[in-house]
């Protein structure tokens, strides 16, 4: 299996996952042979990558960190939320931020949100993703075919996933695990307060647009605020996912210590960031950085893997990053990546394992030669060959 642009797809192709729609329905299961239909649909609807199933790459797996049960679930859990919400909203006013606000405080609406059984539900299955996480060591990739549809909730989904993988490399116990997925499924839930025009604009924003922008952070914090059993951290996730080290983050301008806290989880008066927010926070960038967008295709791994790397100190926990890196992938299994040097440069193929003592060394497979035409594959480990570099073909 490998994950190829949907400009590259042809009819015949055998599709490798089985892609779901906005509410989460099956559009195109597993298995389906490709037509020139069905690439058509789905370049509208805004799929940019998909995964393909053939004989070069059979013997690639490309494992999912949770299963389709689990992932389906939790979708519609954060999907069902965000409609909710979305009805309370008839009744704000939305003149102002500072209107917003008070109208997500009345406790008509906040009572409303916490009763509401998508939320409770959201809360109960929590659970069950934890666990399907909790055996897993090394993200093989995040794998998920994104939508400018379904966008919104897999992004939560994968931030998610990886902040919890990070998170148990840190040994944080169960109910810091359980306040960090809650808090990423609806880390972005203030957009709901900010219209959906400028959410999804695909030109620069104004100034005064990035501004509104902005306030989705306090919008998501407000809505968590005080809401019964899902402990602080989950409320502060939303409030500091876009917080820096260097204080030149939103809303609040915190700064961080770019060390690792394993005390309480607490906030106090002076503004503290916490540190299973600043998880969030790069789990979020990561993500938010491969993923495709209306506005912009998803950026290769290994350039945003470098991205993280320089952010260190500055944008994102210096200590924290060494996390990071032990447990992604620099090429995700599966990605199409180009030799840059020596013997095989400028030749093309995907990456077949990982070398889980040296991420950023995997097994690659190479199956088309300068002029792109088709060789007998080529197996090269990159452990074995240090002059031989490699990057992400988009």
Do not use: W
């Amino acid at each position: 299996m490998r994950r190829i642009s949907i400009n590259h797809a042809q009819p015949g192709m055998v599709l490798g996952k089985t892609i779901h729609g906005y509410n989460y329905e099956v559009l195109l299961s597993k298995g389906v042979i490709l037509t020139e239909d069905y690439i058509n649909k789905l370049k509208r609807k805004g799929f940019i990558k998909i995964y393909i199933d053939d004989e070069e790459t059979a013997e690639i797996v490309i494992n999912d960190p949770i299963s389709d049960k689990i992932r389906v679930m939790a979708t519609n859990d954060i999907l069902k939320t965000y409609k909710v919400t979305e009805t309370l909203l008839v009744n704000i006013a939305v003149d102002s931020a500072k209107s917003i606000i008070e109208s997500i405080n009345a406790p008509k609406f906040k009572a409303t949100f916490q009763e509401s059984p998508a939320f409770q539900q959201l809360c109960k299955d929590i659970n069950s993703f934890i666990d399907e996480l909790m055996n897993q060591e090394v993200l093989s990739g995040l794998n998920s075919i994104k939508s400018f549809d379904n966008y919104t909730y897999e992004h939560s989904i994968d931030t998610a996933i990886l902040s919890l993988i990070i998170a148990k490399k840190l040994t944080l116990d169960r109910e810091k695990l359980r306040q960090i997925a809650i808090g990423v499924f609806l880390h972005d839930i203030g957009k709901i307060f900010i219209d959906e025009k400028i959410i999804n604009k695909p030109d620069k924003l104004t100034a005064d647009e990035y501004e509104r922008v902005k306030q989705h952070t306090t919008y998501g914090y407000e809505l968590l605020k005080g809401v019964e059993n899902i402990g602080i951290a989950a409320t502060h996730i939303p409030y500091q996912h876009h917080e820096r080290q260097d204080g030149k983050g939103y809303p609040r301008g915190l700064i961080g210590s770019n060390k690792l806290s394993f005390g309480a989880i607490a906030y106090t008066d002076k503004d503290k960031m916490v540190m299973i927010a600043e998880v969030a926070a790069l789990a979020d960038f990561y993500d938010a950085c491969i993923s495709d967008r209306p506005y912009r295709p998803g950026l290769p791994p290994d350039l945003v893997y470098e991205l993280i790397k320089d952010g260190a100190g500055s944008q994102f926990n210096k200590e924290l990053i060494e996390r990071f890196m032990s447990v992604v992938p620099k090429y995700p299994i599966g990605s199409e990546v180009r030799v840059k040097n020596g013997k095989y440069k400028d030749f093309t193929g995907v990456v077949l394992s990982l070398n889980t003592q040296q991420l950023s060394k995997p097994k690659v497979k190479l199956l088309c030669d300068t002029k792109k035409n088709k060789i007998d594959p080529v197996e090269v480990d990159l452990s074995s060959h240090d002059s031989c570099d490699i990057e992400c073909v988009c």
